[in-house]
């Protein structure tokens, strides 16, 4: 029997989230049910509300406790405490090589909230249908369907609130230093960005042993952060020269930049602020999906190498905890970095976000 939940709805076309009473459908086979206890704001939650035209539910770094199950789960049980992730297929050849962040279903299971049984996960009472499964949980609500792939359990030690943004977030910035930039101890690193992603990228260039470690924002108050959290030096992101300061300090150039911004102007001055052979991870591209690119050009660009980082790289059930290990020996504080909003404050915790006013906003259900 579907079960009426409390779910966080956006109507579309960049309207702020409210609270319905929605109807949850049954787990599918390899489905199950968790009850959300936190469920972390990423970017990509607002980014994706301001173009979809339909009402849906976000969401995709959900922590609880499950509640259901298929009848074909068989690695977890009931009551476990797991961490929702990305979803994938697992049986694609690119999930099979062991890149399941890559999943070549991956646009529909995670963007476009596909389910493997193409019915709708939630409607609202009068039959109408709300997208739901987005990243294959959709958790800003009360209960959310997940797959037994992109479910990780958590240990008892581990609150929900401190596990949820192991979901996206951490997971995505961390990855992308210890499984993508080919970056190794003594090498120089430079990090543009200091949100989320970007200090979780500088925590794990930290505990690598890179230097020097750059931070570059346009907010003060997140290179003060960025130093926190193992810069050893801070630039001003808006400097028109910023490659030329990068290879000052790095005696010609670095090893590796990510590139958490997304600009032209960062775009190009990661590139210039590379020596020959490094390589430039970003999470976005200047301009339009659809669209070309400038670039540099020339020997410069023949000479670097660009990966697109999406979730860090990450294989869940083996990274996860990896970090959650770092986390507990004290060398990825990530938690200092959290603030918690009631989850009826929801539309507050969305405007923190957008406003930079909080670094990882994290809902919290329940007493």
Known sequence: MPRAIKAAVCEGNGAPPRIETLQLDDPASDELVIEVAAAG????????????QEPRVFGHEGAGTIVEMGDSVTGFSIGDRVVATFGFCGSCSVCSAGRPAYCMDGI?????????????????????????????????????LVTERNIVKIPDGLSFVNAAPLGCGIQT??????????????????IIGCGTVGLAAMMAA??????PIIGVDLEDNRLKLAREYGATHTLDGAAE???????????????????????????????????PGGTLGTLTLPGEFDEPIKHPGG????????????????????????????FEDGHMPFDRLIETFPFEQIADAFEAMHTKRAIKPVLTFGA
């Open 41 to 52: 704001i990423c970017h990509t939650d607002l980014g994706i509300a301001q173009w979809s």
């Open 108 to 144: 529909a299971l995670n963007i476009e909230s596909q389910r493997a049984c193409d019915r709708p996960a939630l409607t609202r009472p009068d039959g109408s249908v709300v997208g739901g499964a987005f990243f294959q949980q959709s958790c800003f609500a009360s209960h959310a």
């Open 173 to 190: 910035g961390a990855g992308a230093v210890f499984n993508q930039l080919d970056i190794k101890a003594e090498q120089p690193i430079v």
């Open 206 to 211: 930290k505990i690598i042993g890179c230097d």
């Open 241 to 275: 020269d910023l490659s030329g300061a990068i290879k000052e300090i790095t005696s010609g150039g670095a090893a590796a930049v990510l590139d958490a911004a997304g600009t032209q102007h960062t775009f190009e001055q990661s590139l210039h602020a590379l020596r």
């Open 299 to 326: 020997i410069l660009f023949l000479t670097t190498k660009i990966v697109g980082v999406i979730e860090g790289d990450s294989v869940p059930d083996k990274f996860l905890p990896q970090l959650i290990k770092h």
